[in-house]
């Protein structure tokens, strides 16, 4: 899952002062503090445990699939932009969308890689208005896919939920937000689908690239899990993985910065039943893989950001 970088819905809610940066700084700083926290207190040494017990076949298959993951993710846009007419060459899209996912995971933006890849396909000549239409459905068709994964988690929420009455009352004010945010985004962002309503089979190859980015990160935390010890269903996995999706959307971090670490090992704890020690060695292994698989933009965005075809 990499960070998402929705244009419109943010930049909106930011000029109307809904959700200021300072806001959002303040936001990451309590999540990564919180999640500093959680980690000095298990200890160090149960999360290095924790690591030791993963076979090396595991992170070397993980960084493949991480690979394979990042590379769905940049046929996913290029299908859109391709099928909108812009001419864009698999090389540019790669190029734009590594630079995108670079800054995703290092650059403290308050708006999102997708502003870099904006920028970058304006400046290679693409037309401006199509590249943001796709930006925005290729972000709409990451939701729908996440959206197809995410039932498999109910039974296992509905059993905790049902165990614990009194977690009830601290999930529901997290769907509120959830809400008003998907709102938003469907409001502001339904002229964009105009260009893609005729041509549905770039939609559905939008989503097979969706799937495929998707398994693949589904498949890591499955091989981490399983190489530390915890047996939790694959279906299971998906489910969860898909809700820590959605909570990560909430814009009140930078990059879902430490929201995401924190999502990831509560959901995997309390649902999946795992320990607290692997959920947040999980959390801490997959934020590293996606930083990792982001590296190669840095190469690309200076180029980018000078205009160069």
Same mark, same amino acid.
Request: proline share 5%; with cysteine; charged share 10%.
């Given at each position: 899952?990499?960070?998402?970088?929705?244009?419109?819905?943010?930049? %909106?809610?930011?000029?109307?002062?809904?959700?200021?940066? &300072?806001?959002?700084?303040? %936001?990451?700083?309590?999540?990564?503090?919180?999640?500093?926290?959680? +980690?000095?207190?298990?200890?160090?040494?149960?999360?290095?445990?924790?690591?030791?017990?993963?076979?090396?076949?595991?992170?070397?298959?993980?960084?493949?699939?991480?690979?394979?993951?990042?590379?769905?993710?940049?046929?996913?846009?290029?299908?859109?932009?391709?099928?909108?007419?812009?001419?864009?060459?698999?090389?540019?899209?790669?190029?734009?969308?590594?630079?995108?996912?670079?800054?995703?995971?290092?650059?403290?933006?308050?708006?999102?890689?997708?502003?870099?890849?904006?920028?970058?396909?304006?400046?290679?000549?693409?037309?401006?208005?199509?590249?943001?239409?796709?930006?925005?459905?290729?972000?709409?068709?990451?939701?729908?896919?996440?959206?197809?994964?995410?039932?498999?988690?109910?039974?296992?929420?509905?059993?905790?939920?049902?165990?614990?009455?009194?977690?009830?009352? +601290?999930?529901?004010?997290?769907?509120?937000?959830?809400?008003?945010?998907?709102?938003?985004?469907?409001?502001?962002?339904?002229?964009?689908?105009?260009?893609?309503?005729?041509?549905?089979?770039?939609?559905?190859?939008?989503?097979?690239?969706?799937?495929?980015?998707? +398994?693949?990160?589904?498949?890591?935390?499955?091989?981490? +899990?399983?190489?530390?010890?915890?047996?939790?269903?694959?279906?299971?996995?998906?489910?969860? &993985?898909?809700?820590?999706?959605?909570?990560?959307?909430?814009?009140?971090?930078?990059?879902?910065?430490?929201?995401?670490?924190?999502?990831?090992?509560?959901?995997?704890?309390?649902?999946?039943?795992?320990?607290?020690?692997?959920?947040?060695?999980?959390?801490?292994?997959?934020?590293?893989?996606?930083?990792?698989?982001?590296?190669?933009?840095?190469?690309?965005?200076?180029?980018?950001?000078?205009?160069?075809?």
């Amino acid at each position: 899952m990499s960070p998402p970088e929705e244009i419109l819905p943010i930049q %909106g809610a930011q000029a109307r002062g809904v959700h200021p940066s &300072w806001l959002r700084w303040l %936001g990451t700083i309590l999540a990564v503090g919180l999640l500093i926290y959680l +980690l000095s207190r298990q200890g160090w040494a149960e999360i290095a445990t924790a690591v030791g017990q993963i076979a090396w076949w595991r992170f070397a298959l993980a960084i493949i699939l991480v690979m394979i993951s990042r590379l769905a993710v940049v046929g996913r846009w290029h299908v859109l932009m391709h099928s909108a007419g812009t001419g864009i060459t698999p090389r540019q899209s790669v190029r734009l969308t590594f630079a995108m996912l670079f800054s995703s995971n290092f650059l403290p933006t308050t708006v999102g890689g997708d502003v870099v890849r904006l920028a970058g396909a304006v400046r290679l000549g693409f037309d401006q208005a199509v590249s943001v239409a796709s930006l925005v459905v290729d972000r709409l068709v990451g939701m729908a896919g996440m959206a197809m994964a995410l039932p498999f988690g109910l039974p296992g929420t509905i059993r905790y939920l049902s165990s614990a009455p009194a977690a009830t009352s +601290l999930a529901i004010p997290w769907l509120n937000p959830l809400a008003e945010k998907v709102r938003l985004f469907l409001k502001e962002l339904t002229r964009a689908l105009t260009v893609w309503l005729h041509k549905p089979g770039s939609l559905l190859g939008a989503l097979a690239f969706t799937w495929v980015h998707m +398994l693949c990160t589904f498949a890591m935390v499955w091989l981490f +899990l399983g190489g530390m010890g915890e047996q939790v269903p694959f279906w299971l996995v998906m489910g969860l &993985w898909s809700a820590t999706y959605f909570v990560t959307l909430l814009p009140i971090s930078i990059n879902g910065l430490g929201v995401q670490e924190l999502a990831i090992a509560y959901f995997y704890v309390a649902i999946g039943g795992i320990s607290a020690s692997s959920g947040l060695t999980l959390a801490l292994l997959m934020r590293i893989l996606q930083m990792i698989a982001s590296l190669p933009g840095a190469l690309f965005i200076p180029d980018i950001m000078a205009g160069r075809k």
